[in-house]
């Protein structure tokens, strides 16, 4: 069966950290779509990366970097640097290609970056 | 820009009371989709559509219904208002994922915040 796990509920760091947000995801498919997202506190779901299964690049943007690993089903996303904006509840979810028009979301880490 | 819009931010509702919470999306999208969050559950899909008058049921439809007659508009409807459908609701759209490729990410709107006494 499908699933997304994000075993951190909250994590705490002060400005200028490295933070490493956790994504391990289940699937019987052979291609698939992972996605990050962003939920600040006005609530809206901010779109951030997509990746496909067969790309097992690593990608940065900015401060911010995915780590796709499909030996561990692990979509780990770090933020380099971190800043008080970054706060916020971070969601990584999956698409499987029988069923590309539903995600499957984990349950969210929030982040609190502190000055 | 993609905007998907919910008619209210805030709604505070009594016990039995029917409740629509009205979503409309401005980029002519195929799916359009309402999700509940709770604290520690992440989001859960109610019910979705592919089309005008179409719906599929998602995880938890249990205590909610729908309805799609505009292709731009996706109402939840909560007919008989319970204590335990207090929640944050999200609308999301995009396009038919076949059509598309199959990698399209959810479009969401603002959430709203329903409390339900």
């Known amino acids: 069966a499908q699933k997304v796990t994000q075993a951190q509920t909250e994590i705490s760091v002060v400005e200028k950290e490295d933070v490493t947000l956790d994504c391990v995801y289940e699937?019987?498919?052979?291609?698939?779509?992972l996605f990050w997202y962003k939920q600040p506190p006005s609530g809206e779901l901010v779109f951030l990366i997509r990746?496909?299964?067969?790309?097992?690049q690593n990608e940065i943007s900015g401060r911010y970097s995915w780590n796709f690993q499909k030996s561990t089903s692990s979509f780990n996303f770090t933020i380099t640097a971190s800043q008080v904006v970054d706060s916020a509840v971070y969601f990584c979810?999956?698409?499987?290609?029988?069923?590309?028009?539903?995600?499957?979301f984990g349950t969210g880490t929030r982040l609190q970056v502190f000055p | 820009d993609v905007k998907v819009t919910q008619s209210s931010r805030y709604l505070v509702k009594r016990t039995g009371e029917k409740v629509f919470l009205e979503c409309v999306q401005d980029?002519?999208?195929?799916?359009m989709f309402w999700y509940r969050q709770d604290p520690g559950l992440g989001l859960r899909l109610i019910y979705f559509?592919?089309?005008?008058?179409?719906?599929e049921k998602g995880d938890i439809p249990e205590g909610y219904s729908v309805s799609r007659e505009k292709k731009e508009r996706f109402s939840l409807i909560l007919e008989s208002a319970s204590t335990n459908q207090t929640s944050m609701y999200l609308c999301?759209?995009?396009?038919?994922?076949?059509?598309?490729?199959?990698?399209?990410?959810?479009?969401f709107g603002p959430g709203t915040r329903l409390t339900v006494l």
């Open positions: 559509s592919y089309d005008v008058k179409m719906k």
């Open positions: 980029m002519d999208h195929e799916n």
């Open positions: 979810a999956l698409s499987e290609a029988h069923n590309t028009d539903k995600l499957i």
């Open positions: 999301a759209s995009t396009p038919r994922g076949r059509l598309a490729g199959g990698n399209n990410e959810q479009f």
């Open positions: 990746r496909n299964s067969f790309d097992e």
């Open positions: 699937t019987r498919d052979t291609t698939y779509y």
